[in-house]
């Protein structure tokens, strides 16, 4: 390919940019050309630069004032009035001689150098471009397709072949992608390294479940239904605090919809994550009770200073505030902002049991705390919780729950 074809081949792909608007890109072509012409003439001034990056090509034409053969005195700038009436027969003397100049009289040292200067100037415009159409789409939903998968991450192609990064920390425990599926994350944070834009996806942020509501509800997208909060547990379970200034709207309601019809996406969207929609509430009480759904309790008492609160519940409601692996409780601190302890009714509990406070002595004060954030008060209570789920609920290691059951279990041998 000669010298003269690789500029206007590649001017041609320009036009092809995805990110880059034609104005925007026909200031970067006419600023490089301009350069171009500085450097051979000592002026751009006289010249006229026409693109077309519709076509992807374009027109550069030297303006001269004509005068006498005698009296050019700069050939730039100048025109001898025998030479003009060869570009145009009725040419006069004071008019101004347009000449369309052709891209070979440049030489090929000045066309390598547009060359190299334009893909230079715009890959860079593409990828600033590129960071900030990303960087306003932050907490936006986006679709691709999957295009590369590593142990790490995955690689994810949108609409218009942009990369987008899929980190695997950043992905449902039950998400299982192959390549050429469809894939749908939110926007977490773009970077830049090394110069060139780092798209990151989420599909475990809260952010994501809010967008999917808000996909899902009419009601969220046109103001008559608010997200108060969301947290989540990815791909076991969330919960969804949402309010309404309309009396006549059910909030809850409008966000399951009939007989679950807009969950139900959400939830399939989610790997069968577990959905709480809650009716949010000034009133704290109310709050932490609705938070701890479907568990129901006979009293809170708050500690506002500490923002701790103590609730207290049938035996049987325990194991359902508490939730599979502490999954509920946990969620429910975290959207209320207290922390909860959960007790059985006094009523309810064994006289042959023994209160987990009886074994400080034997047992360090924050394991036994630990245990009674999730509701296990009394050393039965503990014996009769499988060892797998006690690792679930707690920040306590196998051999260390192990060791606690022995000394549990000595008090009744």
Known sequence: MSTIA????????????KNIDRVTLMRVLEDVFRNVLKKKFGTDENFDIIINTEKGDFEI????LIVDDCEVEDENLQIGITEAKKIEADYEFGEEATELLHIEDFGRRAILSARQTLMTRVLELEKDELYKKYKDRVGEIVSGEVYQIWKKEIMILDDEGNELILPKSEMIPA?????GESIRAVVLHVEMLNASPRIILSRTAPAFLERL???EVPEILDGLITIKQVVREPGERAKVAVESYDERIDPVGACVGMKGARIHGIVR?????NIDVINFTTNTSLFIQR???PAKISNIKLDETKKKAVVTMPSDQVSLAIGKGGFNIRLAGRLTGYEIEVYREAADVDDSDVELVEFLDEIDEWIIDELRATGL???KAVLNTDTAELVLRTDLEEETIVE???ILSAEFE
């Open 269 to 273: 969207e989610l790997c069968n994550e």
């Open 61 to 64: 034409y030297r303006n001269r």
């Open 377 to 379: 008060d009394t050393a």
């Open 404 to 406: 606690i059951k022995k």
């Open 6 to 17: 690789g500029l206007v081949d590649s001017f041609s792909e320009f036009k092809e940019f």
């Open 175 to 179: 998400d299982f992608f192959k390549k």
């Open 213 to 215: 509501f808000e996909l």
């Open 291 to 293: 938070s701890l759904s």
